[in-house]
């Protein structure tokens, strides 16, 4: 298993992300965040990426623990952060 910050997996974060964080992280159902809007990170990314990770494993105010999807590992869903980032990043 792939534990390594500094090498992210895109092709399965972004796998990760169509299939378990899109249905809220693509229309912004319940006030989260969209990829293609990044002031809604802005505040959020003044954090340690660390703490964005921490977040979407643990869970943060409204959003659920993993995306309510327990069974997807820590590392599938960093991944899935590290895409979300870059996606954020280049619709900017
Ligand atoms: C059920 C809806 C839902 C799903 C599914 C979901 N999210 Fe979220 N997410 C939210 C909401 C709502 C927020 C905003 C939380 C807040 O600030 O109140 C959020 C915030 C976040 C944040 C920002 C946390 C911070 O520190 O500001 C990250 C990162 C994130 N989600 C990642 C993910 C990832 C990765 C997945 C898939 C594994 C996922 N989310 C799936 C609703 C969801």
Same mark, same amino acid.
């Given at each position: /298993? @792939? &534990?390594?910050?500094? @090498?992210? !997996?895109?092709? %399965?974060? %972004?796998?990760?992300?169509? *299939?378990?964080?899109?249905?809220? $992280?693509?229309?912004? @159902?319940?006030? *989260? #965040? &969209?990829?293609?809007?990044?002031?809604?990170?802005?505040?959020?990314?003044?954090?340690? #990426?660390?703490?964005? /990770?921490? $977040?979407? &494993?643990?869970?943060?105010? &409204?959003? #659920?623990?993993?995306?309510? $999807?327990?069974?997807?590992?820590? !590392?599938?869903?960093?991944? *899935?952060? $590290?895409?979300? /980032? %870059? @996606?954020?990043?280049?619709?900017?």
């Amino acid at each position: /298993m @792939q &534990t390594d910050f500094s @090498q992210p !997996d895109y092709s %399965r974060g %972004r796998y990760v992300y169509n *299939a378990f964080c899109a249905e809220c $992280h693509d229309s912004g @159902q319940g006030g *989260a #965040p &969209t990829l293609d809007d990044p002031e809604a990170w802005e505040s959020r990314l003044l954090g340690l #990426p660390s703490l964005l /990770m921490d $977040h979407a &494993t643990e869970g943060f105010l &409204t959003m #659920p623990e993993k995306g309510a $999807h327990a069974d997807l590992s820590d !590392d599938a869903v960093r991944d *899935a952060v $590290h895409y979300m /980032m %870059r @996606q954020v990043a280049r619709s900017e």
